[in-house]
């Protein structure tokens, strides 16, 4: 059984919008990176089928030759343009993988475990820290209002209660933290995983940069 991953990539120029302080321009140069990160990890896995959900505008910022399929959408809202997606994968496979980009300490042993559950019954979740969702599995043959955003894990466990669809909670530590304020970004210049993102985290981080500038320390 192929395990279909869907990852959401909206507008790449405006991504990161909490960075601006640390980035600055170089915010899309990062979103690429998470990019090529995710998808280089996903492909050590024949199983999985990776399905890039964004926009036509994007094509010609994102690297060619990914060897991904694409989905196109044309949504404002992120949870709209995953629902649609979904649809698209539904009748291929029995389930589907939401992973987003900036989770820049996912290794292959959580793919693994994912891959491991995905062929349990029902769905399963990973939370994130802020109270996210870091991965999703659904399901195809039942409905599910995805609701990626404030408080998103506890709305998505509603919604598996709601809808009485058995699931699993895996917490991951790799799993957990995302990329999204100045704050991850020390921590993963502190980690120091060898990948495209902590390279370009690097390179462009002001040297005297540290915790005690932190907005949201």
């Known amino acids: ?17 909490r960075l601006n302080e640390i980035l600055g ?13 995710m998808i280089a990890l ?15 505008e994007n094509l010609d910022i994102i690297p060619k030759e990914l060897g991904v399929r694409f989905i196109f959408e044309d949504e404002k809202d992120l949870n709209r343009a995953l629902e649609k997606g979904v649809s698209f994968i ?18 292959e042993e959580d ?18 820290s802020r109270d996210g969702t870091s991965a999703i599995i659904l399901p195809l043959d039942r409905k599910f209002k995805l609701q990626f955003g404030e408080r998103s894990f506890q ?18 530590k790799s799993l957990y933290y995302d990329l999204d304020t100045p704050e991850d970004v020390m921590r993963v210049l502190d980690i120091k995983k060898d990948s495209k993102a902590y390279s370009l985290l690097k390179d462009i981080t002001p040297p005297d940069y540290n915790y005690d500038n932190l907005v949201d320390k």
Do not use: C, R, W
């Not at 507008?11 to 990161?16: E, L, M, Q, R």
């Not at 170089?26 to 979103?31: D, E, I, R, S, W």
């Not at 996903?42 to 036509?56: G, S």
């Open 1 to 17: 059984m192929a395990l279909p991953v869907l990852l959401p990539l909206k507008y790449v120029n405006f991504s990161k919008s």
């Open 25 to 37: 321009q170089n915010k899309k140069h990062l979103v690429i990176a998470l990019l090529e990160d």
């Open 42 to 56: 996903l492909q050590k896995f024949p199983e999985i089928e990776i399905y890039l959900l964004t926009k036509k």
């Open 90 to 107: 539904k009748g291929k496979e029995k389930k589907v993988l939401i992973l987003p980009l900036d989770l820049p300490f996912i290794n």
């Open 111 to 128: 793919i693994k475990k994912l891959i491991f559950i995905a062929k349990d019954e029902g769905g399963a979740i990973s939370p994130s």
């Open 155 to 172: 709305k998505h466990l509603s919604e598996f209660e709601k809808k009485k669809i058995p699931f699993q909670i895996h917490y991951s």
